[in-house]
């Protein structure tokens, strides 16, 4: 393979030490050649800007004529290319012996710096020997640079791509919503984003927490790393230790290769634990164990693997009340409830429900390639004074299937007919008692609830189809059903 030659350019105005300097290149003209020479520092500087960037060494006298020399000359030569190495050749009679001179000149930029003579030295640069190792040197020193700086923008474009990346998805994810509930919520995650803490997000199924989760993480230090979610109601009971925490080839008779756990899979990013009231109690005991020391216990495997994860827990249940009631552990939700963000139902932040279907609208419009169409006021109205008992997972269905079903123009019953009834709230009825027996808000929102689901579920043929009109998937319209009490 063919070795590229250092190429190098000489700035000195005698010819008597030029002829010095080629006599000593020349015994090692298969590795060095002079590319050019010049007599002062600006004709030195104009053959750098032509060849941009072609020269590797300068061998430079130190006193040249021109008016611009030395250090001055030095630091233009680094203001072209800062990866030029320069070699300074003096008199002897020039401050040789003075170390402050040697090292103003390496802080100035200069490689190398040596002495040209005694007199009795008429062929050959004087220290031939080092003054060509500082050549060779000062060439593997740029290259070096070369490389660093090559990769240096590599990086830099790969940082940027991955920046617009996340940008991409931070849209994608984007909180919708101008309500003082929404603007609070936005005001948290731009906090505990950059807190290293656990977070645990209550609210109704459907009212966005993996968004909060998402928003949280592609705003933290972690964003370029995995963000790992996993549904605890959603894996079979026998399987979650081993989907959390991993397993090793033969620890059980199915176990035929090794399994990275979600701790590992999430190692250096975030974890979103979803239903995390759902995960049974043997599980949760070792997920605190991980939580407090970083240690995951992997299935079949004798010593520990250390791991660094984010952790945001996610819940549609009171814990306190399953605390109380056994099904939780107390050590565990105070260890994940460092910070809380609690996600209040779409009928609580109505602001929000003009914003959300303005954007679905657009959202699906633009997915389908067709035009964005016109809700009639009496269609907008009825949509924006709606009860949405499934929050905006629900809001997003039905808009979803409007813009399906849409022509141009959204009517009224468009809109009946894609939320599963011609009349929503035909046959039911909330009745208020008199003054003195108003119920709490709490209790009444519980016998609301409890009244709409067995009307709605009344109205339809299977719990599937009733799930579906709630907008909400049919396990957790199972649970649902059990905590309000009907079979």
């Keep these: 393979m063919k070795k590229n030659k250092i190429n190098v350019l000489i700035i000195e105005d005698e010819e008597f030490d030029v002829r010095r300097i080629q006599n000593t290149l020349k015994l090692y003209g298969s590795i060095i050649q002079i590319k050019d020479i010049v007599s002062t520092g600006q004709d030195a500087l104009e053959s750098l800007r032509k060849t941009q960037g072609q020269f590797d060494v300068v061998i430079l006298d130190y006193q040249i004529s021109g008016g611009l020399y030395g250090k001055e000359l030095i630091k233009e030569i680094k203001l072209i290319d800062q990866t030029i190495q320069v070699i300074i050749i003096t008199k002897m009679t ?19 710096f040596g002495t040209k003579n005694p007199t009795d030295m008429e062929d050959y640069v004087y220290q031939p020997t080092d003054f060509i190792l500082a050549v060779m040197n000062g060439y593997e020193k740029r290259k070096l640079q070369l490389e660093n700086k090559k990769l240096e923008i590599e990086k830099t474009r790969s940082n940027n791509k991955l920046e617009n990346n996340i940008l991409a998805r931070m849209n994608r994810w984007k909180m919708i919503g101008s309500s003082d509930a929404s603007n609070n919520i936005r005001l948290l995650i731009e906090k505990y984003s950059q807190i290293n803490a656990n977070v645990l997000i209550t609210g ?10 998402r928003n949280i993480h592609y705003k933290s230090k972690r ?17 979650i230790e081993s989907e959390l925490f991993g397993y090793e080839k033969g620890s059980f008779t199915d176990a035929k290769q090794d399994k990275a756990g979600l701790f590992e899979q999430a190692n250096e990013g975030t974890l979103f634990l979803d239903e995390i009231s759902e995960l049974p109690l043997a ?3 070792k997920l605190l164990r991980v939580l407090e020391t970083g240690e995951v216990d992997k299935i079949g495997r004798k010593d520990t693997i250390t791991v660094n994860v984010s952790v945001i827990a996610a819940t549609n249940k009171n814990l306190l009340q399953l605390i109380n009631e056994k099904q939780f552990r107390e050590d565990l939700y105070y260890r994940l409830n460092i910070l809380n963000i609690h996600v209040p139902p779409l009928r609580e932040r109505q602001e929000d429900i003009n914003d959300l279907i303005k954007h679905y609208t657009e959202f699906y419009a633009g997915e389908l390639g067709v035009p964005i169409p016109q809700f009639e006021d009496e269609a907008l109205n009825y949509l924006l004074e709606f009860y949405w008992p499934g929050n905006v997972r629900q809001l997003k269905n039905v808009v979803q299937r409007l813009v399906l079903l849409s022509s141009g123009k959204i009517d009224i019953n468009m809109v009946e007919f894609s939320l599963g009834s011609k009349n929503i709230f035909s046959g039911f009825n909330l009745s208020l008692t008199p003054k003195e027996d108003i119920l709490p808000m709490k209790e009444a929102e519980f016998e609301f609830r409890k009244r709409y689901v067995k009307f709605v579920r009344s109205n339809s043929s299977t719990d599937a189809e009733a799930a579906a009109k709630l907008g909400i998937a049919p396990p957790n319209f199972h649970r649902l059903c059990k905590e309000l009490g009907l079979k």
Excluded at 204 to 213: D, F, H, I
Aim: proline residues 4%.
């Design 94 to 112: 020039i401050n040789q012996s003075d170390p402050e001179f040697a090292n103003e000149l390496i802080e100035n930029g200069a490689f190398w």
């Design 204 to 213: 109704e199924s459907g009212t966005g927490k993996e968004l909060v989760a």
């Design 223 to 239: 964003k370029f790393e995995r963000f790992v979610t996993v549904n605890c109601s959603a894996i079979p009971f026998q399987l």
């Design 283 to 285: 599980a949760q005991a």
